[in-house]
């Protein structure tokens, strides 16, 4: 069992990861070649090239995948760097990237379980996908045994760097639809590597951001990957309930590196809306903002950007903070959202009305709080008990829940 500072570190180490990546020309490897002796720690950047144009694909099919070194915890642990089709929030083809990776050996009959992870913020620029980094990336340095944890229980983990991060294109920051698609292709693409042994049965784990966009996936999953057999969601400090956040974070001043001034610049890009609801030093940092990954714009100066709760009184972005947010539809399978009482980013209210606001759409949810966790420490509080979650929606344990009758 994985316990203590690991855990509670590898969102730290996601968030803080180096914006950084390889040159070389990139291999073009049919999907079911084993990974080399010497496969490359990361993908070159040439990996992310893009055909223009994009030949059409089906949701989830991979463009190209190349095996890189998988996980030191787990020798002879295969992994992948993967581009592959998915739909973007207006339903046009896109190509995202991310990262696979399996355990040693040939797969069961039937195939392995997938945990298809959603990652924390990381920015808005291409270099902060967090597959640039390789099996590293996917849970940052510090989360080498909480990957070595899942593939000693025999899962395959899908991490997907969403739409934009990695792949031309803008980033859709906390967009619902792009990044629930992006998430559930990316499961899909793991199918089709055949050394991975995945099969359709699928767990679906984020956090922070990531939480939101394994809420959407969950929720998209009947209707857009009917293929997949959704066995448990779990959200840690899912930064899912969008317009709560907003008025709960209030009308003091937030910086370059909150998640209302990415959402703002995100979503300016995506729905043309004008960026008049930043501050004036807000407006100057935008193409910053753009281009630059969390870390960088932490070390520059602060600088007050946007007042949240204007994002509930400018027009249109109250309609847009209720189309992102997930609970629009019931998706019956058992989540967990966990939450600390001393979160600093999402504040533990939001989760509150979140796992309501799921109750009341007839979803069966647990929703776990955890005294004194913070936004990285919930990782650590709670990581016990997530793995034994998900090893009880693997092997068909009922789910409890605290929705109220």
Known sequence: MLRGKPLALLLAGMLLAACSGGHASPARPSPGTAAPAAAPN????????????????????????????GSSQVPGSRAWAILYHSRSFDGHDVAVSGTVLAPPGPGPAGGRPVLAWGHGATGL??????????????????????????????????????????????ARFSIGLAAGHAVLDAARAA??????????????????????????????????????????????????????????AGNRPASVTSGAMLLVVAWSDAYRAPLDVLL??????????????LEELAAGPAVAAVRPTDLLKVTPWPTLLARNTPGHAATRVPMLITQGTADERVAPASNRSMAARLCRAGDRVQLRTYANADHLGIIDAAGDDLLAWLSDRLTGRLARSTCQP
């Open 42 to 69: 990361r993908p070159p950047d040439g990996f992310y090239t893009v055909p223009d144009p994009l030949p059409a694909g089906r949701p989830g099919a991979l463009i190209r995948a190349l095996p890189i070194a």
């Open 125 to 170: 620029a291409d270099q902060c996908a967090p597959s640039h980094h390789g099996v590293i990336g996917i849970f940052g340095p510090a989360g080498s045994r909480w990957l070595g944890e899942l593939l000693q229980r025999g899962l395959v983990v899908a991490a997907t760097d969403y739409q934009g991060l990695g792949t031309p294109g803008l």
């Open 191 to 248: 199918r089709q590597l055949t050394d991975a042994g995945a099969s359709g049965r699928v767990v679906l784990v984020g956090h922070s951001e990531g939480g939101h966009a394994v809420l959407w996936a969950a929720e998209l999953a009947p209707s857009y990957a009917p293929q997949l057999q959704l066995v448990g969601v779990a959200a840690i400090a899912p930064a899912a309930d969008l317009p709560e956040l907003v008025r709960l």
């Open 280 to 293: 004036p030093a807000g407006r100057t940092a935008a193409a910053r903002v753009r281009s630059s990954c």
